[in-house]
T-cell receptor
Framework: DVKVTQSSRYLVKRTGEKVFLECVQD?????MFWYRQDPGLGLRLIYF???????EKGDIPEGYSVSREKKERFSLILESASTNQTSMYLC??????????????FGSGTQLSVL | AQTVTQSQPEMSVQEAETVTLSCTYD???????LFWYKQPPSRQMILVIR??????QNATENRFSVNFQKAAKSFSLKISDSQLGDAAMYFC?????????????FGQGTILTVHP
């Protein structure tokens, strides 16, 4: 089975701290994604990457950056954490699709609280 | 921009009964994909079913089926013979066609409770 592992299930940080959320997938997938999940808003795409060293902004990239130095690892960085970044963060990966309608494989999420 | 709306924040169903979760979307695209994802308490999102917009036939996966009304931009999920393990948050999602792989727009989610 495909496994997408997020380094922390729960994380508590202080305002202004630099925060790293790590995600690793073990199925050699080309595509990786970071979403945040908030009650009443569903999931929203922050950043994504279709290849190593490549990154593109999603719908809500402000306040975030990403790094993909290796194919299996995709890191989300909060340069200076703020309270409005308190949220559930979900990482996902997918193979290069064949025939469209690709399937995303999600990690179990990191619940981040910024105090 | 595309939007996806789930107007039912919560739904409940008796075990073995049938329940339908609603989803509407707005898009000007003709080529797109629609998905239903399930998020159990473990928080790991699981793909339940997907539908290609160009296919007129409604997708089915065992006890899960969709009612895809393209003109009405409606995409509801029917769960038949509901089981306790179906209890979860369900998200409807949209993806434009072309090369927008994995770039999904999600609805707000519907919490489904299954009563024994």
């Amino acid at each position: 089975d495909v496994k997408v592992t997020q380094s922390s299930r729960y994380l508590v940080k202080r305002t202004g701290e630099k925060v790293f959320l790590e995600c690793v997938q073990d199925m050699d997938h080309e595509n990786m994604f970071w979403y945040r999940q908030d009650p009443g808003l569903g999931l929203r795409l922050i950043y994504f990457s279709y290849d190593v060293k490549m990154k593109e902004k999603g719908d809500i990239p402000e306040g975030y950056s990403v790094s993909r130095e290796k194919k299996e690892r995709f890191s989300l960085i909060l340069e200076s954490a703020s309270t409005n970044q308190t949220s559930m963060y979900l990482c996902a990966s997918s193979p290069y699709p064949t025939g469209g309608g690709e399937k995303l494989f999600f990690g179990s999420g990191t619940q981040l609280s910024v105090l | 921009a595309q939007t996806v709306t789930q107007s039912q924040p919560e739904m409940s169903v008796q075990e073995a009964e049938t329940v339908t979760l609603s989803c509407t979307y707005d898009t000007s695209e003709s080529d797109y994909y629609l998905f239903w994802y399930k998020q159990p308490p473990s928080r790991q999102m699981i793909l339940v079913i997907r539908q290609e917009a160009y296919k007129q036939q409604n997708a089915t996966e065992n006890r899960f089926s969709v009612n895809f009304q393209k003109a009405a931009k409606s995409f509801s999920l029917k769960i038949s013979d509901s089981q306790l393990g179906d209890a979860a948050m369900y998200f409807c999602a949209y993806r434009a066609g072309g090369t927008s792989y994995g770039k999904l727009t999600f609805g707000q989610g519907t919490i489904l409770t299954v009563h024994p």
